[in-house]
């Protein structure tokens, strides 16, 4: 499965998107500022791409007092 940016198969969060630019072979999850959330290769799973979006979008886990 090859994975192209903005993929309707991805149902990436708004404000993330994926960049094939970079490196040949290597897709970049990319936040709307364009920093980069994570790396993945292009047989890389959607579901798993869109997974790593969503837990960058809510933040570090809540630490416990």
Do not use: K, W
Request: net charge negative.
């Amino acid at each position: 499965l090859m994975v192209h940016p903005n993929n309707e198969t991805t149902r990436l969060p708004p404000g993330y998107r994926l960049d094939l630019i970079d490196d040949p072979g290597v897709i970049v999850l990319r936040r709307e500022d364009g920093t980069a959330v994570a790396r993945f290769t292009h047989y890389a799973d959607p579901e798993e791409i869109r997974q790593a979006a969503e837990e960058d979008r809510q933040g570090p886990p809540h630490q416990s007092p």
